[in-house]
């Protein structure tokens, strides 16, 4: 996908999930060779103001409308996010077993939540409606997660 296939979804997805015009968000193609993730975003919630950087030398999924609509679904639930994370900063102590855990159980389900949503979405409006398995790519297979396990018998 090129460049300008790239800005116009991303222009599309602003749109379409009604992101613009109350945020000012830009795209930032990265082209970092060393720069490991697909997609990010930096965000000033108090200024509405975002950029999503995009992974453009070598993304690590197959579709970058799945990423992009992934990317924008963060910011829809940005101020949730930040909501939430304020409150497990306030209830447990710093550092503390209790906040790890708290924090690792909200990140995994922010991130399952926000793949959900951009999965429904594309299935609606998506231009490519099958998913994206390029992470699948780089997980280990299921034999390989229990090779040296010992045997229980």
């Not at 965000?43 to 990317?71: F, G, T």
């Not at 940005?78 to 690792?104: V, W």
């Amino acid at each position: 996908m090129d460049k300008e296939q790239i800005r116009a979804l991303f222009d599309k997805y602003c749109r379409k999930l009604r992101i613009t015009p109350q945020w000012d968000v830009k795209l930032e193609l990265v082209e970092d060779p060393d720069w490991p993730k697909t997609g990010d975003f930096r965000i000033d919630c108090e200024d509405r103001k975002a950029i999503l950087m995009l992974n453009a030398r070598n993304p690590k999924q197959d579709s970058m409308e799945e990423v992009i609509v992934h990317e924008l679904m963060h910011i829809k639930l940005y101020p949730l996010d930040q909501m939430t994370e304020s409150m497990i900063l306030s209830t447990f102590p710093e550092g503390s077993p209790a906040q790890d855990f708290a924090y690792r159980q909200f990140f995994v389900t922010l991130e399952q939540t926000v793949e959900e949503l951009a999965k429904c979405f594309l299935l609606e409006f998506g231009e490519d409606r099958e998913l994206s398995y390029g992470r699948c790519r780089m997980k280990k297979s299921f034999n390989d997660l229990y090779d040296g396990l010992k045997n229980l018998e």
